[in-house]
């Protein structure tokens, strides 16, 4: 039986689809026949045979109680057999995992795991649930660099791999651990800095920290592609805050926050801005899962605690001015729904024109440059649910577009000081006039447009009492 068991297994590994292969050899060999077990048990049933005749009495009683105990150790291993054919093997699987301890099988059982394809999802969350544990405690031996380059390897597989797995699944029992790893593996990086004589544990922590960083953009892409934004999020922002507990009790240890928020948030951001025009949810997840903090706004730039806004600010104005440069014909649909969704305070078309012309390359006249090239994106305001009658709602609809291009002025002139210095903003202004364009033209229009922009907001920046004068 054990030789047809095993035959059947070698034959099934050579395949390439047979999955969990590499597991389930480890499995038959260590936990159904052990090997180990079945010899002792051998041993225990023949051995009194060969002394039985110089054995008497008493001892001949002990040699049969040997002989008994490798029969019930011979049927018990039948039984095994037995289960492990007809019943469920991922008893046998999950009991297998969770005693694993060498180095040399960890890596190879995990890969035959997460190489297997529609996993039943109970299955899958206990497999993530021995796959943390066994990281964990690799992870409570780090001074180890064998242990390190053993967690590269698992995690390295698990991303691999990581398109097989149910988003449920990786969203609710995995995320928060990548998370926490995340978090760890920077730490321990960011203390060993100025250690030369542990260079080799600093490479290794970096290789993990990356592959930790590429399965958290995998989750994250799959999460909001997939309707699990909302799960993505409470996760998210509850790390984040666990971190800011952790780490700014000790004072000296705020920059140490600041530095990894900084890089844990440049990660996320880059999938973000790539990907957002792409999920089915992209409206509610700006308005139901994006925090309000997260945005950008004058006030939440200006609140010195909140650092992810001003994070969210570089990374938006680094992924704009590529988009922006590009000088295409075409509608940018993707710069300008991110735009007007993350600053909310502002008005979208008058800011995408500033944009515009911030981000503009130019030469010797820099308003010309604006006015000829194409404006790609800024052609669509905000859409308004007012109630009232028809008189209420003009009055607060005005007031409201007041109140956006006023927050416009403010950020505009917060962001970009000196291209909007008031002696800037007249050169500005001097130079659009003296361009002329024919009538009903697309430059005559743009130019009109940007004409008026820069005198209202040179009569903003001109005023005493305005909020940076």
């Known amino acids: 039986m054990a030789i047809a068991v095993l035959t059947d297994i070698y034959q099934k590994r050579k395949e390439d689809k047979k999955e969990y292969a590499y597991l389930d050899l480890h499995v038959i060999l260590d936990n159904v026949f052990n090997i180990k077990l079945l010899i002792l048990s051998v041993f225990l049933i023949f051995l009194p045979m060969f002394f039985w005749e110089i054995l008497i009495g008493l001892d001949r009683l002990i040699a049969v109680h040997f002989t008994f105990i490798g029969i019930i150790l011979v049927v018990d291993i039948m039984f095994k057999v037995s289960r492990w054919v007809k019943g469920n093997v991922f008893d046998f699987r999950f009991s297998y995992l969770e005693k694993l301890k060498k180095y040399n099988d960890l890596a190879v059982v995990w890969t035959s795991v997460w190489r297997a394809k529609n996993i039943n999802i109970q299955n899958e969350r206990k497999f993530f649930l021995i796959f ?136 996320f951001h880059r999938v973000f801005f790539e990907n957002i025009e792409k999920f089915p949810e992209k409206h509610d997840i700006w308005e139901f899962c994006f925090p309000e903090e997260w945005k950008i706004t004058k006030n939440n730039l200006e609140n010195k605690e909140n650092i992810i806004s001003k994070i969210s600010l570089n990374e938006f104005l680094q992924w704009a001015q590529v988009r922006i440069w590009k000088m295409e014909e075409d509608f940018d649909s993707h710069l300008d729904d ?61 007031r409201m577009v007041r109140e956006e291009i006023l927050n416009t002025y403010k950020l505009s002139y917060a962001l970009f000081k000196k291209p909007f210095s008031k002696g800037s903003l007249e050169k500005y202004i001097e130079s659009l006039k003296k361009l002329k364009y024919s009538e009903d033209t697309k430059e005559e229009k743009k130019r009109e447009k940007l004409l008026k922009i820069f005198k209202e907001l040179l009569n903003f920046v001109s005023q005493e009492d305005n909020d940076f004068s």
């Open 132 to 267: 943390s544990s066994t990281v964990n405690r690799l992870l409570n031996l780090t001074e180890k660099s064998e242990n390190l380059k053993t967690i590269s390897k698992l995690l390295s597989d698990f991303c691999n791999f990581i398109n097989n797995r149910s988003i449920a699944a990786l969203n609710e029992d995995i995320f928060p651990k990548i998370l926490d790893w995340h978090f760890n593996f920077w730490r321990k990086e960011y203390e060993l800095l100025d250690k030369k004589s542990k260079l080799d544990k600093r490479g290794n922590r970096r290789e993990i920290s990356r592959i930790l960083n590429d399965i958290f953009n995998n989750i994250e892409e799959r999460s909001l592609k997939e309707r699990m934004a909302y799960s993505f999020f409470e996760h998210f922002k509850k790390h984040v805050k666990d971190c800011k507990k952790v780490l700014v009790k000790d004072v000296s240890k705020q920059d140490y926050y600041r530095r990894y928020i900084n890089s844990l948030f440049t990660t």
């Open 338 to 398: 991110i735009s007007r969704n993350l600053f909310p305070e502002v008005e979208p078309i008058i800011w995408a024109k500033i944009l515009i012309f911030i981000f503009t390359g130019y030469g010797r006249n820099r308003v010309k440059s604006v006015v000829e090239r194409p404006w790609n994106f800024g052609y669509y305001g905000r859409i308004r649910v007012y109630s009232g009658s028809g008189k209420e709602v003009e009055v607060e609809f005005n």
